[in-house]
């Protein structure tokens, strides 16, 4: 239930602080007063979408607080699926800054619009204008069944599995697609990997074959100069070790303690264990070192296979061909794979619409159920309500799947004797059509678990003795839940437990929208004023009298 509601720089309201009881609420206003504003304040603060043209003043942020009683059974498991601290008494404030950025606190902790709108389906529902006008679509009217049924969570949970299938069929249309678009390729991905498998690539080897080609072709020249470096070292008539020896050897016999003879002494030793170390190094690369043109052709041979098969797949190294040889052969077994899997999607979707079918015939057949018997309810409604030839007839006819099932829902009406029912959007008056939505309205209210409604003109096209069992219906509803009522009809007017009235205010800079409850005294002014208009006369006041001592 809403228990407050302050609305500040919205539309004409500059700041609004309102306060809402239980059972039936009237507003009445002048034409252009600016009640339609603030049912618009409270549709915002429940998720409608905000124009920049909203502002009252265009410098400062628009706020909309409203602050409700909860009782929905849905709504604790809501609040802690958003991890939102659930109060019984809960705020929940809209902040819109000039720019369009909007903020939204539930008990002072952020959270999404959708959470928001989640919420709000569980707190207020607003009848408008634009609400009547979706009574001709076909959907509104499928979802009106369903409403009157309690079948929202089967109809919820169709949808939500008619979602899941094409989200499936989405995942294998794209695999079939890059399977399709593999298999195209699997020749030529084949016959590269065939070819890159019999060449029997080794790791690194082009930088290998490189090295052993340098030096099987000067290996003549190598041989010559490693033999002639161990010649000269160790082997020659007067070897540079030997003599380096010599020296060392001379070095020890002087006795004297002189740091530069023993350092000379001590780095001729070094070098000549160093020319020796090399001696032996060239002699051991001698040994390994031979001619043999027939490994230097072969050797040649491959380097070339190599570099044909590095310039045909435009990569920079044998290596790189193992990585594409790698890539190639994960292709061709991912294909498999892939093959694979689109065939266990195809029966998953074929398993899942089945099921989808077998719910979706559920559904229909409850449905079907329920039109002989809301269609008699209507009736008697929309006859108590100043029609007594008025007829209603629920019509299905089946349609392709689709995430509402396979029913397409029509509500055929006739006003009169004699006139077949047709479809509401083509025989329905405006009075008809007000009547046809409160008698829906009275229907679910029950059913839904929102505590609070707000009819926005209900009484549209309607006046007499309808207009007093309108009023009746309301009072009815305002039994179980909270009505809050904008009208022009003093009979509905005269029907509030407490009256609100809307009212501009105008200074010398600007216009504002204010609002105060009525009085007895002043209830009986505003009704008689809206009897007889600007003209109060003895007997308006008498009737707006009566019309509060009915009540």
């Known amino acids: 239930m809403l228990t407050q509601l302050y609305i500040r720089n919205y539309i004409l309201i500059d700041e609004l602080h309102l306060s809402f009881s239980d059972g039936f609420t009237v507003i009445t206003g002048e034409t252009g007063a600016g009640k339609s504003v603030v049912i618009g304040a409270l549709a915002q603060l429940l998720g409608d979408r905000f124009d920049q043209k909203m502002f009252f003043d265009a410098q400062q942020k628009c706020v909309i607080e409203g602050t409700f009683q909860l009782n929905a059974p849905e709504l604790p498991a809501i609040f802690e699926k958003n991890d939102l601290d659930f109060l019984p008494q809960t705020i929940i404030r809209r902040e819109m800054a000039v720019g369009g950025r909007s903020r939204i606190f539930v008990n002072d902790t952020p959270v999404s619009a959708n959470c928001l709108k989640e919420i ?119 070897p540079i070790v030997g003599n380096l020896e010599q020296l060392v050897s001379e070095s020890k016999k002087f006795h004297v303690d002189d740091e530069r003879i023993i350092s000379l002494g001590t780095r001729l030793n070094q070098c000549a264990i160093e020319l020796k170390d090399i001696a032996l190094e060239a002699e051991n690369l001698s040994s390994t070192l031979e001619s043999d043109p027939e490994q230097l052709e072969k050797s040649i041979q491959r380097l070339d296979v190599l570099n044909n098969l590095i310039f045909k797949y435009h990569v920079s190294s044998s290596d790189d061909l193992l990585t594409l040889l790698q890539q190639y052969q994960e292709t061709c077994y991912n294909s498999e794979t892939l093959a694979l899997e689109v065939q266990q999607l195809e029966h998953q979707i074929a398993d899942e619409e089945v099921k989808w079918n077998t719910e979706a015939k559920n559904l229909s057949e409850q449905r079907s159920a329920l039109f002989p018997v ?106 179980k839940k909270q009505i809050i009522t904008i009208t022009h009809l003093p009979s509905i007017a005269a029907c509030g437990k407490n009256h609100l009235y809307i009212y501009k205010t105008t200074n010398t800079t600007k216009t504002s929208i204010s609002a105060r409850y009525l009085n007895n005294q002043e209830r009986i002014t505003e009704i008689a004023q809206m009897i007889g208009g600007d003209k109060t006369e003895k007997s308006t006041i008498e009737t707006a009298k009566h019309l509060l001592q009915e009540q």
């Not at 080794?202 to 072709?217: A, M």
């Open 374 to 479: 809301m269609a008699q309810q209507m009736t008697q409604l929309l006859q108590s309500l100043g029609m007594p030839e008025a007829q209603l007839i629920i019509k299905a006819q089946p349609i392709a799947p689709c995430e509402h099932g396979i029913d397409q829902i029509s509500f055929l009406f006739s006003a009169n004797r004699g006139i077949s029912p047709n479809e509401i959007k083509k025989v329905a008056s405006g009075g008809e059509m007000s009547r046809i939505m409160l008698s829906i309205k009275y229907l679910i209210s029950e059913s839904l678990p929102l505590s609070t409604f707000i009819f926005d003109e209900i009484d549209t096209g309607i006046s007499g003795s309808v207009a007093t069992k309108v009023s009746a219906m309301l009072q009815k509803i305002a039994e």
């Open 120 to 238: 709000g389906r569980f707190l207020v529902d607003i009848h408008s204008q634009h609400e009547t006008l979706a009574l001709q679509n076909n959907l509104f009217q499928l979802n009106v069944v369903d409403r009157f049924g309690k079948l929202e969570t089967n109809a919820a949970r169709l949808e939500t599995h008619f979602y899941a299938i094409r989200q499936l069929k989405d995942s294998l249309s794209e695999k079939k697609s890059t399977l399709q678009q593999l298999l195209r390729e699997q020749e030529y991905r084949h016959f590269v990997v065939n070819e890159l498998e019999q060449c029997r690539i080794k790791p690194h080897e082009t930088q290998n074959l490189e090295q052993s080609l340098q030096l099987l072709s000067q290996s003549d020249s190598l041989l010559q100069w490693s033999e002639k470096i161990h010649f000269q070292l160790l082997s020659d008539e007067s």
